[in-house]
């Protein structure tokens, strides 16, 4: 038989070293952590036996409240940002942290990016940090 097969081997080399950076700007409203998940949303957590809303806006800004609905009013909040997979935080005056307390925390999602974990680096208002550290929050 004639082997008339076609050798299309021009090796044009793969372009594998293509890994574009964080351009988003300083809070990471789209997705991260390997482009998968987003902390933009409303998450619960719980701690010391309570249950405690947190809505993360695209802005950078933050809310916190005893409800859902009341996030929508609610004075406790401020910014965070998210790097990567480090997430800091900063507390707004009605929270009991100063506002120089500049929280650190490594966050960890789950594969379908519905609930997310916490973990301390470093945060100098202790009560955020026993409330923080080690949390799971889930998506509302």
Known sequence: GSDAGSDAGSDAGSDAGSDAGSDAGPFDAGPFDAGMCSAVGDWSTSFG???FFFRFRADGTWTGAATRAELATSTIGGTYMV???TFTIVDGAATGCAPSDVGTYTMLFSPSCD???TTLVSDPCSGRSMALAGAVFTRL
Do not use: V
Request: proline share 0%; glycine share 22%; net charge neutral.
């Open 49 to 51: 036996g309570l249950t």
């Open 115 to 117: 609930m997310l974990t």
């Open 83 to 85: 790097l990567g997979s």
